[in-house]
């Protein structure tokens, strides 16, 4: 994956999503962050939290700090402020699974970040048109966004931002690619849900539970017929 970001396709996607990444997570405030998967891209540096860390698979330079699978982080529940999941949904075998474990170990109000190809777009049909490719992104299982923000709503997370990226056709060329430019602008406003990439700002959220206790009140609770016959009765007897 990091061997396709050093090619000048992805370059410009990276280009596009570090700069949402940057502008997104300078801003959030906590303790603890992580970043799951592709440790060789540093989603998080903008961010000012005393402890950022990446967990992943990778091997050589851009092993991360945790060696872990996805699915089954080795992190304490409810300790982490923010994660950031950086194309690694669609190449999960369990998606869900790995969105279960972002929701178990972030704090309540911790946010999640999350980057991924979109399929309703050029980038969509390219991989429809080459299905058996085996290198990368191209053999990856792209996520409808109406799916993952229903999955998202499952699991108690808000949206709370989001934008769309990399309107232009995934070329080879850089200088193919810069032909496209003015789809950028044009894209956001006359094609907004077209974008090669979609990037995903949601919070975790905990409702509270007030208890309301019953008023155990005599005026609104029946007397039963016994308890004024024993009372009469013993104040006869008395």
């Known amino acids: 994956m990091l061997t396709w970001f050093d090619s000048e396709l992805g370059q410009y996607v990276l280009a596009r999503e570090q700069a949402w990444f940057d502008a997104v997570s300078a801003d959030l405030f906590g303790f603890n962050a992580m970043q799951v998967g592709h440790c060789g891209v540093e989603c998080l540096r903008a961010n000012r939290m005393p402890h950022r860390f990446c967990g992943g698979l990778e ?19 409810q300790s982490l402020d923010l994660l950031a999941l950086p194309h690694l949904l669609e190449f999960s075998a369990q998606p869900h699974q ?26 969509g049909l390219r991989r429809t048109l080459n299905r058996h490719a085996t290198d990368w992104p191209w053999r990856g299982h792209f996520i409808h966004l109406t799916r993952l923000k229903d999955w998202l709503a499952l699991l108690g ?28 602008a044009a894209g956001d ?50």
């Open 59 to 77: 091997e050589g330079e851009y092993q991360g700090e945790v060696r872990c699978l996805p699915e089954q982080l080795p992190i304490a529940g």
């Open 157 to 184: 997370f808000d949206l709370v931002g989001g934008r769309m990226a990399c309107y232009a056709p995934p070329l080879a060329r850089a200088a193919w690619i810069e032909r496209f430019a003015f789809l950028e």
């Open 189 to 238: 406003r006359w094609w907004a849900l077209g974008g090669g990439v979609y990037l995903l700002h949601a919070v975790k959220r905990v409702h509270g539970m007030r208890l309301i206790a019953p008023k155990w009140e005599g005026q609104w609770l029946p007397r039963p017929n016994w308890v004024s016959s024993t009372r009469n009765s013993l104040n006869k007897h008395g």
């Open 98 to 123: 790995v969105l279960r474990e972002a929701e178990r170990v972030l704090r309540p109000e911790g946010r999640l970040l999350i980057a991924g190809f979109n399929p309703l777009s050029l980038w």
